[in-house]
């Protein structure tokens, strides 16, 4: 069974930093691409950022340039940097990884960003 968890979120004031870390268990990690997505309070769920095996990445155009998404293939973790943030970036943020078997989800990490 493939299994994320997500970690590091938490509260930060404007313009600081934080580092999301995405561990994945139960797959063949390094052959597939991996997401971010995050989901504010009454809004639908929305992608941030994507990884693909090739260390390729793709930004959502209201996180670009100030967020970076990373992954380590040896400790099966993907990373996602997020600078300058923004009491808009507030959300819960969610690793995503699709494989034959299907889409699946981490629990999900609490950002805040207090203006």
């Known amino acids: 069974q493939v299994q994320l968890v997500e970690s590091g979120g938490g509260l930060v004031q404007a313009g600081g930093s934080l580092r999301l870390s995405c561990a994945a268990s139960?797959?063949?990690?390094?052959?597939?691409?991996v997401d971010w997505y995050h989901q504010a309070p009454g809004k639908q769920r929305e992608l941030v950022a994507t990884?693909?095996?090739?260390?390729?990445?793709n930004y959502a155009d209201s996180v670009k340039g100030r967020f970076a998404i990373s992954r380590d293939n040896a400790k099966r973790t993907v990373y996602l940097q997020m600078n300058s943030l923004k009491p808009e970036d507030t959300a819960v943020y969610y690793c995503?990884?699709?494989?034959?078997?299907?889409?699946?989800w981490g629990q999900g990490t609490q950002v805040t960003v207090s203006s």
């Open positions: 995503h990884l699709e494989t034959g078997r299907g889409h699946f």
């Open positions: 139960g797959t063949n990690f390094r052959i597939y691409a």
């Open positions: 990884i693909t095996s090739g260390g390729s990445a």
